[in-house]
Nanobody, 126 residues
């Protein structure tokens, strides 16, 4: 059974930083064979793609709203993907979800991601 467990969320002031972690287990294929993405969903809004990493292709993807502030990385030895979030803004407030899939045609779209974590709350105060 595939499990994705997010951690690292919390309350931070504007301009602060947080690092989210997504620990994966139970993959059928090798960890690097999966695209792993971070999504977020604010109250009353649709879930949106934030960032994605595909180690087998050596590619990363970022939403325009987080470029230059967020950095995605992975630790193959720990089967964990990280999202370093700097210069946080109130509009970054949302529940952040980790997702994974072996074939993800569009990194920013929920389509293609087979597995989802339960989410971790990020709140940025002004």
């Amino acid at each position: 059974e595939v499990q994705l467990v997010e951690s690292g969320g919390g309350l931070v002031q504007t301009g602060g930083s947080l690092r989210l972690s997504c620990a994966a287990s139970g993959f059928t294929f090798a960890f690097d064979d999966y695209a792993i993405g971070w999504f977020r969903q604010a109250p009353g809004k649709e879930r949106e793609g934030v960032s994605c990493i595909n180690n087998s292709k050596g590619k990363t993807h970022y939403a325009d709203s987080v470029k230059g502030r967020f950095t995605i990385s992975s630790d193959k030895a720990k089967n964990t993907v990280y999202l370093q979030m700097n210069d946080l803004k109130p509009e970054d407030t949302a529940v952040y979800y980790c997702a994974a899939g072996p074939v993800v045609p569009i990194p920013s779209s929920v389509t293609g991601y087979q597995y989802w974590g339960q989410g971790t709350q990020v709140t940025v105060s002004s």
